[in-house]
């Protein structure tokens, strides 16, 4: 079914100290997306920057969400680190719980949690770790939206417990036939105009074309793409243009399921 208003949600805050990768600035990005996942201090971010990045989507009105990965700084988050599920939801707890602090202080309430990098592509094929992410989620924080892609464990451990999940389409990652991302440590330079295109296209036929070139659906409410991407400013720019030009609506995931709630009423 085709979008008429859709989400962008972009990683932030994914620096540490005066360490910062991409080669665009958080403050150019954030009055151009409507969903901020902001590094809570595991593979990125550090408590200035975690105040800073959470005042920046406050102001632009974006909503905040916590980006809690692997205690993995050296490697970006990007390395599976072994560790049963509870040492691994209780390294989430820690992050989800410093970044929500920081969006208090600020006056916002937390908006959704998305597991970063090769955490959430483990959450995603392993049930035991969904189930049990899932479960603090209800625990903590039940009205939470969790970000999560189609067909994913965690989305099938959220949709069992009622916990609310936002499925993501990801605008500067390929896909294979399953519906999985194609996990790279290098994205290059991607063509702005070629990934509009793309993201258009899976907003008006809900398809995209895999590595393999064959064309699969792909079920969101949200498009992510990431603040390292090189030419991330070109990239949001493009889409933003494209989906204006289609008729396609941008708005944060809480605005949205309170609108659509409303028209079920």
Known sequence: MALDVVDINCDMGEAFGRWHVGDTDDASLMGLISSANIAAGFHAGDPNLMDETVRLAVGHGVGVGAHPGYNDLQGFGRRRINGTPRELVNDIAYQVGALREFARRHGASLQHVKPHGA???????????????????????????????????????????????????????????????????????????AI???????????????????????????????SDTLGALDIIRNIREALKAAG????????IVSEQNRRHL
């Open 196 to 226: 509009a295109r793309k993201v258009v296209r899976a907003c008006t036929e809900g398809k995209v074309t895999a590595v393999t070139g064959r064309d699969i659906e792909v079920p969101f409410e949200s498009i992510c793409f990431h």
């Open 119 to 193: 955490l959430y592509m483990e959450m995603a094929v392993n049930p035991e770790l969904a189930q049990q992410f899932i479960t603090y989620m209800r625990t903590v924080a039940p009205n939470a939206f969790v970000f999560c892609m189609a067909g994913s464990a965690t989305e099938r451990a959220a949709k069992e417990a009622g916990q609310p999940a936002i499925r993501e389409f990801y605008a500067d990652r390929d896909y294979d036939e399953s519906g999985s991302i194609v996990f790279t440590r290098d994205a290059g330079r991607p063509d702005p105009a």
């Open 248 to 255: 396609i609506r941008i708005a944060p995931v809480s605005e």
